[in-house]
């Protein structure tokens, strides 16, 4: 069993950054294909950016602004999100898997975090 945590939302204005932290339990840490989405409020929920063994991928819509990276170490993924914009106002969810092949699909991940709120004021 994994537990995600959630940590680092808050509002911030536009142009400004935040970074964002899940915090994961259990050991096997290291071999779990992790994931943010994100949910606006009326709107479905939405791959954001994936980690599985170093390499990364990101929505077309946050591609060069925000950056996700895990260590492993700390049991921990982070999120950092820079040049923020009205439109990423959302709750924030990390996710992990143990599947490979699915890691832009919510579907694809059985772990869940309880969600972080990010605001971006304009």
């Known amino acids: 069993q994994v537990q995600l945590v959630e940590s680092g939302g808050g509002l911030v204005q536009v142009g400004g950054s935040l970074r964002l932290s899940c915090a994961a339990s259990?050991?096997?840490?290291?071999?779990?294909?992790m994931g943010w989405f994100r949910q606006a409020p009326g709107k479905e929920r939405e791959f954001v950016a994936a980690?599985?063994?170093?390499?990364?991928y990101y929505a077309d819509s946050v591609k060069g602004r925000f950056t996700i990276s895990k260590d492993n170490a700390k049991n921990t993924m982070y999120l950092q999100m820079d040049s923020l914009k009205p439109e990423d106002t959302a709750i924030y969810y990390c996710?992990?898997?143990?599947?490979?092949?699915?890691?832009?699909?919510?579907?694809?991940?059985?772990?869940w975090g309880q969600g972080t709120q990010v605001t971006v004021s304009s």
């Open positions: 259990g050991r096997t840490f290291s071999s779990y294909a």
């Open positions: 980690i599985k063994l170093g390499a990364t």
């Open positions: 996710a992990g898997t143990t599947r490979y092949d699915a890691i832009i699909h919510d579907t694809g991940y059985r772990y």
